[in-house]
């Protein structure tokens, strides 16, 4: 018996991220190699061919107001849209298709056309960590998570940068014909059916503004520069001259942590730098001032999920590509 015809419509535009669109149209167009039945509509404003991020032109196959109810809407990313307001035209054309979709997925920065139609008001979501913390200002009553790979919320999803694209469409294809099909695909495609770890693994530690207050300033220069110090409450105060309770209020004040999170998250910064540069585990937890490996392996299974030696295969330079083992779904 035939697969039922699933009707897929992606909505794009001048600007934007080629890959977005490619990876998971690669997802559903391998999965049709082996028995499914996904159509791909690709619709514009206006029925144009829009420019991508990389230069080509993208033909289309008609215009947004010509379009039938889809299946699937997939709504594309692109560098501009955290960092602009939204074409109201756009943002309009997100909503209309929306509406007759049995489900909406934006990939990576297309989340932030999703909101500005108000498709993710009291949602849960997700998209590029460069940008979680703009989504999060710019539409106080969407929940975003962070650190999420791809976000489910009802019939509605969002994705993390990119290549999560490709990762959210395995995703729709399992929920639509089950785990064996969509790990034949991911095999096919050389990826992980699910990638261990949140976004997190792939975004720098320190991502919040550097202290302002020179005291804290102090602080951070003090564990920078000797991390394998002593670098307690107690030891830190004394260092800044205040009392521990006014260094503690300080820190939540500022940066909403605490000191010992905070020196935590710099030696945590280190470890990742110098896993980059080439040191073991053992020797990154020596150098970044982690009392042993074990510490080390705690702090990193917290915010990203993987061991530190997973880490380091994962983002080992090219060069050393030879020794990672291929994905194996």
């Known amino acids: 018996m035939a697969p039922k015809a ?8 001048d600007g934007m991220k080629m890959l977005d669109l490619t990876g998971p149209a690669e997802v559903f167009s391998e999965a049709n190699r082996y028995g499914a039945d996904y159509r791909l509509t690709v619709v514009s404003v206006g029925g ?6 990389i230069g080509m032109l993208v033909p289309v196959d008609g215009d947004v107001a010509d379009a039938p109810p889809f299946d699937t809407l997939l709504v594309i990313g692109g560098d501009r849209l955290p960092e602009a307001p939204i074409d109201p035209d756009l943002s309009a054309a997100t909503g209309a298709l929306a509406a007759r979709a049995g489900r909406v997925a934006a990939i990576c920065t297309g989340a932030f056309l999703l909101a500005s139609a108000g498709l993710l008001d009291g949602r849960r979501a997700t998209t590029h960590w460069q940008h979680t913390d703009a989504l999060a200002r710019r539409h106080p009553q969407t929940r975003v998570e962070a650190d ?9 999803y969002t994705s993390a940068g990119v290549t999560a694209g490709i990762d959210l469409a395995l995703a729709l294809l399992e929920s639509d014909h089950g785990p064996d099909l969509a790990r034949r695909v991911a ?14 693994q792939f975004s720098p530690s320190l991502r919040g503004p550097a202290p302002r207050t020179p005291v804290l300033r102090s602080v951070q220069d003090a564990v920078q520069a000797d991390p394998t110090a002593d670098h307690s409450l107690e030891k830190l105060a004394a260092r800044v001259r205040v009392s521990p309770r006014h260094l503690s209020r300080m820190f939540r004040t500022e940066l909403s942590t605490t000191p010992m999170k905070y020196v935590e998250l710099i030696r945590f910064d280190m470890a990742k730098a110098l896993l980059d540069s080439g040191h073991n585990a053992t020797e990154a937890a020596a150098l970044s001032g982690f009392p042993s490996y074990e510490s080390l392996r705690r702090a990193f299974a917290r915010p990203l999920g993987v061991s530190p030696t997973h880490y380091q295969r994962r983002f080992a330079g090219i060069g050393s590509g030879s020794r990672s083992p291929a994905p194996s779904p």
């Open 6 to 13: 699933h009707t897929l419509g992606v909505l794009v535009f």
């Open 48 to 53: 144009k061919p829009v420019s991508s991020s």
């Open 148 to 156: 999420a790979i791809f976000v489910k919320d009802g019939a509605t």
């Open 187 to 200: 095999r096919s495609l050389v990826v992980y059916l699910r990638r261990s770890g949140g976004q997190s």
